[in-house]
């Protein structure tokens, strides 16, 4: 979880993002109630979440969590959403396949909130393949032409399924870095 305080007024903005696994905890109970008793708490403007199945599950969390704005973007087996306290002036979202892998989408969203507003937020959401680091820069790659060049801070949150730093060698890193500007 991120809060970021602007200005003198410090008016805050949590943002937070979490992997639903399907609405299931890890001995393949629904859990969308526990969820909302660790992240209530929180009294978050924006929530991320990924692997969602858009069951009445997405709704009840909402509801729990004080949030009514719901947005959804549908994948092969699953997608991702937001909710949130605040309006979407804006949403959007991407279906990419690569080969044989599952379609992972990605989704946008423009907030009504003076911080998003002032400061000229886009918000994305994904979830990348879970086993092959190449699909995974290929998703971005495709996800990258969502991303908007009008000057706005562009906010990417997901589960990127991605490896350690440690696990790259350096000349790697230099590559992917140069290859994205």
């Not at 092969?76 to 979407?88: E, Q």
């Not at 918000?123 to 706005?152: P, S």
Request: proline share 2%; glycine share 4%; aromatic share 8%.
């Amino acid at each position: 979880m991120a809060t970021v305080h602007q200005g003198q007024h410090c008016e805050s903005f949590k943002v937070a993002t979490l992997n639903v696994h399907e609405w299931l905890d890890s001995n393949g109970l629904e859990n969308t109630e526990r969820l909302a008793d660790v992240i209530n708490p929180l009294h978050l403007d924006l929530l991320a979440l990924e692997e969602v199945l858009h069951t009445d599950s997405l709704t009840m969390l909402a509801k729990l969590l004080g949030m009514p704005f719901i947005a959804f973007a549908d994948g092969d087996l699953h997608g991702n959403a937001f909710l949130s306290r605040h309006k979407f002036l804006k949403t959007k979202s991407k279906l990419v396949s690569i080969d044989t892998h599952d379609k992972r989408s990605m989704l946008q969203v423009n907030l009504d909130h003076p911080f998003a507003l002032e400061n000229r937020i886009d918000f994305y959401v994904t979830h990348l393949d879970h086993a092959v680091e190449t699909v995974r820069i290929q998703q971005l790659d495709e996800f990258k032409t969502m991303w908007t060049t009008n000057g706005n801070i562009q906010v990417v949150l997901g589960d990127f399924n991605s490896l350690t730093l440690s696990d790259y060698t350096p000349n790697y890193l230099k590559v992917q870095h140069q290859s994205m500007y």
